[in-house]
């Protein structure tokens, strides 16, 4: 059976740090690209960062750039996403997705909330 957990979220005063993590199981993850995707109140859902597999080169959404970063241990088959520097405007609901060649796995998210 094939999951993406994510943990970490919770509420932060702006300015504050979190980590995400990511627990995947039921595949091969070092095959997978993984990608953090978060989802405004009311607004699509937009890819913020992504690392590949093997190079591990890394990628983020401009409004991230400096603030985030993804990386992963396939030794514990594991996703992570620091975020520093965090605005009200982070707000949302993280997802964790898995991309492989033929097919995509996704968490069921977590909820980040910036505000004082």
């Known amino acids: 059976q094939v999951q993406l957990v994510e943990s970490g979220g919770g509420l932060v005063q702006p300015g504050g740090s979190l980590r995400l993590s990511c627990a995947a199981s039921?595949?091969?993850?070092?095959?997978?690209?993984m990608n953090w995707y978060r989802q405004a109140p009311g607004k699509e859902r937009e890819l913020v960062a992504s690392?590949?597999?093997?190079?591990?080169?890394?990628n983020y959404a401009d409004p991230v750039k400096g603030r985030f970063a993804i990386s992963r241990d396939d030794a514990k088959n594991t996703a992570y996403l620091q975020m520093n520097s965090l605005k009200p405007e982070d707000t949302g609901v993280y997802y964790c997705n898995a991309r492989g060649t033929q097919t995509t796995y996704w968490g069921q998210g977590a909820q980040v909330t910036v505000s004082s």
């Open positions: 039921g595949f091969t993850f070092s095959s997978y690209a």
């Open positions: 690392i590949t597999n093997i190079l591990r080169k890394t």
